[in-house]
């Protein structure tokens, strides 16, 4: 059976089997938090200093290459040291989206393999519209709870997985003691590739939304299934369509993220300790 075989016959199998060629190559047999960096996040991990491992994601077990710019597709393995605490940071720089095509089981790889690496905290990033007429692009947003327009989920059998919690309180907490002009907002999962139309951003509006993008919401749920806290921060990079009148482009995201990566960065690593 080959790594892509096993990844969607048994995705779980074949997480632990990645976690384990994890442990392997970097000698660290198991990792404290992951981070999943999305569009524009890439370059906020500089902040992080030198990792201590690097490999293409798509060397792993179940890995399947990038698809879209901005995402480099890399695992690394980060020391973080803050006092006389290290943790063990396992990054991964690009994720793979619903909108691919591939299914659901590239999407929760990489968070599968991180619980199963011993992550006990996942941190995902995105970048994402701003339906919220508050928010200004470049500006964080912590993500409180999410509505999914996918209902697609990575569970599959009678599993009732309760997603009360699923943006841990505690999490959010403690990165708003760090930057208490942190706003927190409702995300909502869109498929894609396609943006939304005016009419679907005020629909949205209307159901209590503050954030709409194309990821996260899959490997939150995987990640909590199986045990993890996640934390999910938003970057809004553009306004939602209709917000502003002006149209929708891949390129003002990217320019958007690498404008606000070192105050994302600074966050970051000043929160990373406390969150283990
Ligand atoms: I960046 O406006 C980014 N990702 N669905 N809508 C959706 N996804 C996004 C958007 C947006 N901006």
Redesign the pocket.
Known sequence: MTSTELLYSDPLQAATKAAAEIAQRTGFASHDIALVMG??WVTAVDALGDPVYECNAEELIGFLPPAVEGHSGKVRSYEIKDGGKTVRALVFLGRTHLYEGKGMEPVVHGVRTAVKAGCKVILLT?????INTRYRVGQPVLIRDHISLTAATPLVGATFVDLTDLYSKRLRAIVKSADSSLEEGVY?H?R?PT??TPAE?LMMRGMGADL???STVPEAIAAHALGAEVLAIS?V?????GVTGEK?N?EE?IA??KAAASRMGALMKSVIPNLI
Do not use: P, Q
């Not at 995105?126 to 701003?130: K, Q, R, V, Y």
């Not at 990079?237 to 369509?241: K, L, S, W």
């Open positions: 569009s524009g995105n970048a994402c519209g701003g909502v869109w894609g943006y939304e951003i709409v993008g194309m970057l990079t553009n306004a939602a369509a929708l891949h995201v958007a993220g």
